[in-house]
């Protein structure tokens, strides 16, 4: 095809406005690289704008100093790994018989289930719940409670009805499979798109939880990062990491300064290493499982 002048016209505003946008939302992940191994006085100056001065690792060496952040760093991957593969059971589990047209009951399912988004019990009631079922303070309250995300589970079953042919569960069923092995065999190796994106949704959310962990756990050893953090930055209990004292109050702020730079490079991390991998699968996965049916 011949790129007419309103074509050209239209590219280079529309590739201009994608980088000004592209700069806006990467320019403060690439100021917190910076700041981070930069002099905490200089950022502070706002010396610190496109190159890090005067190089320091200081803020890393205080958090990774600091046992309480490593062991709130090792609960948050359990948490994560193991919740997550629950999630994902839990939701193919729910989702799969919902999209089979030979499920008669299907529509009065999702029709309670749908209902759950709209009306819950309520804080106390909930809280009541896990008392009652003596999980208060455990490792699984952080991954029972939210197991099925009725959202998700809408996403892959309109996945399951329009992204995988039903002509292809019959033909395997005449065959002789199993719903069982239908689910293994055909639907889930056909349906990575999704479950890529569940694993992304599903992933982030329990790598930031900290509100369950701050109403649930009293135990300082089952602390997730987020609620260390939490105290850090929102709270500034910094004194156990810091040591701050009156000859040294000047050094500390300098530190707590770098430190707070370090902690959201050293949180975010896994989750920015992990979306490259995903990417692939995320916008074909969310286009066929949301916009579709």
């Known amino acids: 095809m011949v790129e007419t002048t309103q074509d050209r016209i239209f590219n280079i505003i529309n590739y201009s406005l994608l980088i000004i946008i592209s700069i806006i939302v990467l320019y403060p992940l690439f100021f917190v690289v910076i700041a981070s191994i930069s002099s905490p006085g200089a950022v502070m100056r706002g010396e610190v704008w496109l190159w890090p001065k005067d190089l320091t690792w200081v803020g890393y060496k205080r958090v990774f100093a600091n046992k309480e952040i490593l062991m709130g760093y090792w609960n948050t991957i359990l948490y994560t790994v193991i919740g997550t593969a629950i999630n994902l ?18 529509n009065t399912f999702t029709a309670m289930i749908v209902f759950t988004m709209f009306f819950s019990g309520g804080m106390i009631p909930t809280y009541l719940l896990i008392k009652n079922l003596g999980m208060l303070n455990s490792f699984w309250v952080m991954v029972i409670p939210g197991a099925v995300s009725v959202w998700n589970i809408l996403i892959m079953r309109t996945f399951f009805q329009n992204g ?88 500390s702020l300098m530190d707590a300064e770098a430190i707070k730079y370090a902690i959201v490079i050293v949180a975010n991390l896994p989750i920015l290493l992990l979306y490259p991998f995903l990417q692939k699968y995320f916008v074909k996965g969310v286009m066929i499982g949301a916009i579709k049916g």
Not at 89 to 95: H, I, L, P
């Open 89 to 106: 059971v839990m939701t193919v589990a729910a989702a799969y018989p919902l999209s089979r047209k030979d499920f008669m009951l299907r």
């Open 164 to 251: 995988i042919p039903y002509e292809m569960q019959e033909a395997a069923s005449i065959d002789g499979c199993t719903n069982m092995q239908i689910l293994t065999r055909i639907v889930l190796p056909l349906s990575m798109p999704i479950i890529a994106v569940m694993i992304l949704f599903y992933s982030v959310g329990h790598w930031n939880s900290y509100f369950t962990a701050l109403i649930y756990l009293t135990d300082r050893a089952k602390y997730p990062l987020q609620l260390f953090l939490r105290e850090i930055l929102v709270q500034g209990q910094m004194q156990e990491m810091l040591d701050i004292s009156a000859d040294s109050l000047s050094n």
